[in-house]
């Protein structure tokens, strides 16, 4: 083919990437710096409550993957006493859906990334794993938890014209 | 003396930069050009229409993000359409609204990574690329804002969607939708006339318009040679028919083609969710339905218009909690049988440019 318009194209083009050196640098340097999550956040660490967990199995029942265990024993006061609870994060595809299934509300997705392990057993959270205090709740398919949680950062606020 | 040549078989990927994924071509070449050209795939497959057999009706839907996952909200869409039509829900308005609000977003982001990879292949290195993914991450940020994740988005539900958006979100939407025409402007004004691009894609790889229809090709590919196709106007989903816009076409049906419809259909997005965002009502966004649903005996088809052309599931029941059977249509697979007669007769780097203008997932082709 010709360069039947002499380069015009490519100097118009070349415009447009001047325009683009002057604008903003939209990258950040990441383990450095970090950006707000949003606040219903999927992260795979699940979090439980064990106070309202009446152990019915809904969760594993609607989990696609199968990796929920649960057992339970009947407990005092007609209640079911939840022996152990597992989640092998390992095959979890954190797709929520354990959480929007939950009638009483006593599992939230974890408001966490860097999900890396070194062994492939530490994947495997256990019962008192998920119950702990640290862990933070996301806002998943719980608005009053999401409400706690900081704005999460847009890049069209920070960049916008 | 007489030059005596043989032709040479050349196994281009599984691992090859420009194969978007796993995608294996047995060339023959003569020199450098093909004569011959057979597609290997299989590399990616993970039985999506298998799982989908043994897992509850809902259960399924976190699989189908994971077919084409530059465009996961379709993918989602049309699965839950099949399964509606199925179980005869009715969706309440202010879902349909976000889930058109969410698919014609998840269109622009997806032709931008095929913009993005499509220059990446013929020649010009991560500039427009990086562009486009800057551009790209403006509207995943408003799925993560939604959702909760950034790839895998998993937000509609049989009978509406999972949850509803935000109170932050419709003015970040806003914001986005006046923001980016301008940097679409901004990209035309980038490439649609440089002229060593239009030296490597004008009148390349040129599917004819018969071969179109005959390889059930849809979707820009499609829509390049000319003919004026689109699921969301001519068999009309969701709530498709209230909303105005064009069906851009090219003409020749080549790679500057292909590129320039899926340019001009992100203003069309635009132009929808402006629409959406001025009709949305308010009200409830999903439908009361249980988590495990069966619908009755029967079978159905879901379709809907995705990125890269016609997403399709069939979903037959036989009344249990699982499908009994789930078909997937994927456009990437239909759209890739006529890259042999695209591309037969060209050069090598050729076929890279061809390849990377069906702007293919190879999770969706091998399923």
């Known amino acids: 083919m010709k360069f039947e318009r002499y380069g015009r194209g490519i100097a118009k083009g070349m415009v447009v990437t001047m325009i683009n050196l002057l604008r903003p640098r939209v990258v950040t340097q990441y383990p450095e710096q970090k950006l707000t999550i949003s606040q219903r956040t999927r992260g795979n660490e699940l979090v439980w409550d064990k106070d309202k967990c009446t152990g019915c199995g809904t969760c594993s029942k609607t989990c696609p993957q199968g990796v929920i265990r649960i057992e339970t024993s009947v407990g005092d006061e007609n209640k079911y006493f939840v022996e152990s609870f597992e989640v092998d994060t390992g095959y979890c595809i954190s797709c929520g859906l354990c959480v929007e299934a939950c009638p009483y509300d006593a599992l939230f997705m974890g408001y966490a990334y860097e999900l890396g392990r070194y062994r492939r057993g530490d994947l495997v959270l256990t019962r008192d794993e998920m119950a702990s205090e640290e862990r933070i709740r996301s806002g998943y398919n719980r608005p009053e938890v999401a409400e706690t949680l900081p704005r999460q950062t847009l890049l069209i606020e920070r960049e916008g014209d | ?367």
């Open chain 2, 1 to 367: 003396m007489q030059l005596r040549t043989e032709p040479y078989v050349l196994d281009m990927g599984p691992v090859h930069p420009s194969t978007h994924g796993v995608f294996r071509m047995r060339v023959t070449l003569d020199g450098e050009a093909v004569l011959n050209l057979e597609p290997v795939f299989g590399y990616l497959h993970r039985g999506v229409e298998k799982l989908a057999e043994e897992r509850a009706y809902s259960g399924v839907i976190p699989l189908t993000d994971r077919l084409d996952y530059v465009a996961s909200m379709t993918n989602n869409l049309a699965y839950v359409l099949a399964v509606e039509k199925l179980a005869e829900i009715k969706v309440p308005e202010r879902a349909e609204y976000l889930r058109v609000i969410m698919s014609e977003l998840q269109r622009i982001s997806a032709h931008l990574v095929s913009i993005g990879s499509f220059t990446n292949d013929s020649g010009c290195y991560f500039t427009p690329f990086l562009y486009m993914y800057r551009e790209r991450e403006k509207i995943v940020d408003l799925f993560d804002m939604v959702c909760g994740q950034r790839l895998l988005y998993n937000y509609m539900r049989i009978g509406g969607v999972s949850q509803d958006i935000p109170d932050e979100f419709l003015p970040a939407l806003r914001k986005v939708v006046k923001h980016l025409p301008g940097r679409i402007n901004e990209y035309d004004r980038l490439l649609s006339e440089n002229e060593i691009f239009l030296a490597r894609t004008k009148g390349v790889g040129i599917l004819p318009k018969e071969t179109a229809i005959n390889i059930g090709a849809s979707g820009p590919v499609l829509r390049s040679t000319g003919i004026e196709w689109d699921i969301r106007k001519k068999d009309p989903y969701s709530i498709y028919d209230r909303f105005d816009f064009d069906i851009p076409t090219g003409e020749a049906g080549d790679c500057y083609d292909r590129y320039y419809v899926r340019l001009q259909e992100m203003r069309q997005s635009i132009r929808i969710v402006e629409q959406a965002l001025k009709q949305i009502p308010s009200g409830p966004v999903k439908a009361d339905v249980p988590q495990l649903i069966r619908p009755p005996v029967g079978e159905a088809y879901g379709h809907v218009e995705g990125p890269t052309g016609e997403v399709g599931f069939h979903v037959v029941s036989d009344g249990g909690i699982a499908p009994y059977r789930c078909h997937i249509r994927a456009p990437s697979l239909m759209n890739l049988t006529g890259l042999y007669d695209m591309s037969v007769g060209w050069k090598v780097q050729d076929l890279i440019v061809i390849f990377g203008s069906f702007a293919i997932t190879m999770g969706e082709i091998d399923r």
